[in-house]
């Protein structure tokens, strides 16, 4: 019943906008149409199904579509960037889009993103290129669509063989959306280990990320922020190992259940101290259990090869090393007794997996000989839980 109300009341306000497109002019017109467009109650109706409605032609869409365009240019708000980029697309005129942007950026930066998007997709990689740097020229540092368009720009300038304009594009995409996909692609720059040193200091500056966000109507000014959590996991990336491994001490809870800040430490100091180029199974498993966690947007895959050309530009002390793995033992070994202990079977194979991974760094430190022998320890002291004994059976 609801959807066949929706599309009725779609129909009816089609027809509205038709009777209003044929009785009114210039700025009234544009103004009145806007409204009905943008209601709340609204599903989405395109230009081309305004112009197929009404038993007559519409006559001048020329002219409409120009002053359409010029009303959406000072309305503010994310609707009204929406179908100005629909109005510019409309007769397929990219040059008509970048003229859009250039001339309404300070209102609706998302133009310069669709722009860019637009150019990319249909390989116009020098003008992509130069739309891109004139954004990121005029735009404000920490506007989060700058980073996008960065990435974008980037993208072009490196199938023009612009590697200077890409290595200006990874720097301005982290400043102005300081992701870790975007931190990874500091470790490509000539002078990586110095842009992952001074990663520290820039987020800690950063605003604290706001945990509801209810201007839905005004994201394409949404700005650079970040939660606690993000920020702590950031400067275990640029190095400040002591620091997250100090504030993790202060927890004595045993390892979380996928909220606290030590969840994601932990397995992340187990590859990180991790000698062994070689990808194995257990390692994509681990990395596949916190890459939601740490808001990374690509595969565990991806991510361990990142975090692998990441572990080329950072150096700990042996006399670190010994401490962070006593360290690791201890959290595992308690976050095992907490889960198998206690019987939560249901988390059987997170308390396997993080055994196989301290195992694999073990056995990289010769400290160890193999993976099995730490794996049969827990078997052995948890030796009537056989569900578990199967779930570290499957890692080895």
Not at 212 to 237: A, C, E, V
Not at 293 to 300: I, R, S
Request: proline fraction near 2%; charged fraction near 25%; glycine fraction near 4%.
């Amino acid at each position: 019943m609801d959807e066949i109300l929706s599309v009725e009341l779609a129909d009816l306000i089609l027809h509205a906008v038709y009777a209003t497109y044929q009785t009114e002019k210039g700025h009234n017109r544009a103004r009145m149409i806007y409204d009905y467009l943008t209601r709340d109650y609204m599903q989405p109706i395109n230009l081309e199904a305004v112009f197929r409605i009404g038993p007559e032609e519409h006559t001048g869409i020329s002219d409409f579509i120009e002053e359409w365009r010029q009303f959406l240019l000072d309305t503010t708000g994310d609707q009204a960037a929406t179908l100005l980029l629909e109005a510019c697309l409309y007769q397929d005129d990219l040059d008509h889009l970048v003229e859009t942007a250039h001339v309404g950026y300070k209102q609706h930066p998302i133009l310069y993103l669709n722009a860019c998007a637009q150019l990319l997709e249909r390989e116009a990689f020098s003008m992509c290129e130069t739309v891109g740097l004139s954004a990121l020229n005029v735009l404000p540092e920490n506007l989060i669509i700058r980073g996008e368009i960065a990435n974008l720009t980037r993208a072009a300038a490196a199938k023009l063989a612009h590697q200077d304009i890409v290595d200006q594009c990874y720097k301005a995409a982290f400043q102005s959306e300081s992701t870790l996909t975007n931190f990874f692609n500091l470790c490509h720059l000539p002078e990586s280990k110095e842009n992952i040193q001074a990663v520290a200091t820039y987020v800690t500056q950063l605003p604290e990320q706001e945990v509801f966000d209810r201007d839905n109507n005004h994201q394409q000014w949404k700005t650079n922020d970040l939660s606690q959590k993000n920020k702590d996991i950031l400067h275990f990336f640029s190095g400040k190992f002591d620091d997250i491994y100090e504030q993790c001490q202060t927890d004595k809870e045993p390892l979380g259940w996928g909220h606290d800040l030590k969840e994601v430490v932990v397995p992340l100091f187990i590859l990180l101290l991790n000698q062994d180029n070689n990808l194995s199974k257990v390692q994509q498993l681990l990395s596949s259990r916190i890459i939601y966690q740490l808001e990374y947007k690509d595969t565990a895959e991806n991510f361990l090869a990142d975090v692998a050309l990441w572990k080329h530009h950072v150096t700990i002390e042996k006399e670190a090393v010994n401490r962070y793995i006593s360290w690791l033992k201890e959290e595992v070994d308690k976050k095992t007794e907490t889960i198998v202990g206690e019987g939560h079977r249901k988390s059987y194979d997170k308390a396997a997996l993080l055994i196989a991974a301290l195992a694999e760094t073990l056995v990289s430190h010769g400290l160890i000989n193999s993976k099995d022998t730490l794996l049969d320890h827990y078997k052995q002291v948890h030796s009537r839980k056989t569900a578990f004994k199967r779930e570290c059976d499957a890692l080895k």
